[in-house]
């Protein structure tokens, strides 16, 4: 009797309130169709609002800056004139038949080869050497370091005093020691322009090899080691089959980005050398903007840009390739 009154209370509740909860008094029991894009969009206005100012400079300097870049390829312009004649693909076939832009190409693959695994190979020595526990580690870390957070200008500036033929402190010592007669013309002389060029990047990358290498040690198990040792493997087995198996993918990011940024060197030729002598440190990049800003090929220049960008592409696909089928 109770339970039948308790029944009939919470009946004529529901009843009252126009259906179970959870249930509006106006809804007829259908469920509600998923809100829309634009329904969804009104929602997070405020989203919206602080991405704008992001989205809009990416559309304009980039976005914008691409596809009218794309659009000179085909085009002529001087940049003065208004006037952008269509010329098809004929800045295409001149860069084929362009010995200077061949020439730039032969010597930024010579600048890529020399300096990039040198760095990293330095970058690895003194990672190695710093990962161990000696006094001064931290002093040590950001001597090596400094130069990487030095201003390249500023870098390329000193380095060029250095190699001064006539008050430079390399010839200075040199002398002194008795290792060379005469002066050396390090960024005059042909054959040795752009060893300089690589020595000077070399001492301004090796920081960054080295703080990478060593976040990627310092981030190896340490039970892998010690289980090594049990097996009674010495110091070389352990760099060898332990050390270099973990920093795998460290090395091929440093490769990755040293491609990358060899492919695009520029500061250092156009401070120290100016693309010469006799066009030996003419890079691509350096030689894209000799087309743009001293002749003012805009059509051209961009064309190049963009077979640049395609090079390093390919290149960065290439190693990701290695890397996934290496399985590192």
């Known amino acids: 009797m109770a339970v039948d009154t308790a029944t009939a209370t919470t009946q004529r509740r529901l009843s009252s309130a126009g259906g179970p909860p959870g249930q509006r008094s106006g809804d007829s029991g259908t469920p509600r169709k998923p809100a829309g894009t634009l329904t969804k969009m009104r929602r997070s206005w405020r989203a919206y609002a602080f ?79 710093l990962n161990q526990a000696i006094k001064f580690r931290g002093v040590f870390r950001t001597l090596f370091f400094l130069p990487q957070v030095t201003p390249f200008v500023v870098v390329a500036i000193i380095w060029k005093w250095l190699y001064n033929g006539d008050y430079g402190l390399f010839n200075y010592y040199l002398l002194k020691l008795h290792l060379i007669r005469e002066p050396l013309l390090w960024l005059a002389d042909q054959h040795l322009a752009m060893p300089a060029v690589i020595l000077m990047s070399i001492w301004s990358g090796v920081g960054f090899s080295m703080v990478i290498y060593l976040a990627g040690m310092q981030g190896i198990p340490q039970e892998l080691h010690e289980a090594a040792k049990v097996d009674g493997a010495g110091s070389w087995a352990r760099l060898r089959h332990v050390t270099l198996p973990q920093l795998a993918p460290t090395t091929l990011f440093l ?72 399985d590192l």
Do not use: C
């Not at 076939?93 to 330095?122: E, R």
């Not at 156009?270 to 743009?292: L, N, S």
């Not at 220049?301 to 640049?308: D, E, G, I, Q, S």
């Open 51 to 129: 991405l704008s100012p992001g989205l809009l400079v990416f559309s304009v300097f980039t976005v914008f800056a691409l596809l009218f870049g794309f659009y000179l390829t085909f085009h002529e312009w001087n940049l003065i004139s208004q006037d952008k004649p269509f010329v098809g693909l004929d800045n295409y076939v001149d860069m084929t038949q362009d010995a200077g832009f061949l020439k730039s190409i032969v010597n930024t693959f010579y600048f890529t080869g020399a300096s990039v695994p040198i760095t990293m190979a330095i970058g690895f020595f003194l990672a190695l050497m």
């Open 255 to 326: 490769l990755v980005m040293g491609i990358i940024g060899s492919l695009q060197v520029f500061t250092q030729i156009f401070v120290m050398t100016k693309g010469g002598p006799v066009e030996r440190t003419t890079t691509m990049v350096y030689y894209i903007y000799e087309a743009a800003f001293k002749f003012y090929e805009m059509g051209y220049a961009t064309t190049l840009a963009f077979v640049l960008f395609a090079i390093t592409l390919v290149f960065t696909w290439i190693q990701l390739r290695l890397y996934r089928k290496a």
